[in-house]
């Protein structure tokens, strides 16, 4: 009863443990996504500021 009691704790924790884990992949997925968008739309503004200042020079 007791080794069957301890085995269940353990899978709980587990499931806890992995639960939490995947929780955080997600959260860290979702701030890549969004760190990957500003980078691309800061590149987007850098390049036209930078065709623009070029062009006003000709």
């Not at 899978?11 to 701030?31: F, M, S, T």
């Amino acid at each position: 009863m007791r080794a069957m009691l301890w085995a269940v704790g353990v899978v709980a924790g587990a499931l806890i443990l992995l639960g939490l884990l995947l929780e955080a992949v997600r959260w860290l997925v979702i701030i890549g996504v969004v760190a990957l968008v500003a980078v691309v739309v800061l590149g987007v503004v850098k390049g036209r500021r930078a065709v623009r200042h070029s062009a006003g020079h000709r």
